[in-house]
């Protein structure tokens, strides 16, 4: 059965990323609607051409990328590939960083407010990162 | 008669290779069977359970010299 799983995505560190990648790709290819918002210290990541590398929280993290798993990024591509999520910048970080629309993956849904995001949750599973 | 497509994700980590099985078969017609070869032991359980949620048909599985098989119809 399908059901609506939204995350909410905030942090800059790399297990919390991949936790949250894993939730919306998994969770979209496998039917659900999924919506991804991206805001605080997670925004940068999506600006095309960046290089930042996320910080690991712990031995998970050095023991993920030595094992080379599927980075992020790819997953939440996937996600909005194979499983049709949809991701959105939050309008307020944009701002704050001075990204356009253009400047981020292609991928990315249009600039979304808290507001619109909050009425949008309304109904269905929230996942926080 | 349908082909078997060979989607080798060995030495892949979760969710690797459910996303790699997924990208092949978006281009699969229906009725093909997929091959999916994997080495991350989560995938034992969690493959068959995509399989079932979306409705496709797990046709066989078998673990030979340590790669686990699945091999899986695509239905719709």
């Known amino acids: 059965m399908s059901e609506k799983i939204n995350v909410m995505l905030t942090t800059e560190n790399m297990e919390q990323l991949q936790m949250a990648a894993m939730v919306a790709s998994v969770g979209a290819v496998s039917g659900n609607d999924v ?33 080379k798993v599927p980075p992020f990024l790819e997953l939440f ?11 959105y910048p939050c309008s307020m970080a944009m701002d704050m960083l001075e990204v356009k629309s253009e400047d981020l993956f292609d991928y990315i849904g249009e600039p979304m407010g808290l507001t619109k995001f909050l009425s949008d949750v309304n109904q269905g599973q929230v996942w926080s990162f | 008669m349908s082909d078997r497509i060979l989607v080798d994700a060995k030495n892949t980590f979760c969710p690797g290779p459910l996303m790699e099985l997924i990208s092949n078969m978006k281009m699969a017609e229906v009725g093909d069977e997929l091959e999916l070869l994997s080495t991350d032991e989560g995938s034992a359980a969690d493959i068959p359970e995509w399989v079932n949620k979306v409705g496709h048909e797990i046709v066989d599985s078998f673990t030979e010299e340590e790669v686990l098989h699945i091999v899986v119809k695509k239905i719709k």
């Open chain 1, 35 to 67: 919506s991804v918002f991206l805001s605080m210290n997670a925004l940068k990541y999506f600006v095309k051409g960046n290089d930042h590398k996320a910080p690991v929280e712990g031995e998970m993290g050095n023991v993920m990328l030595e094992k």
């Open chain 1, 77 to 87: 591509e996937q996600a909005a590939e194979l499983g049709d999520a949809k991701i």
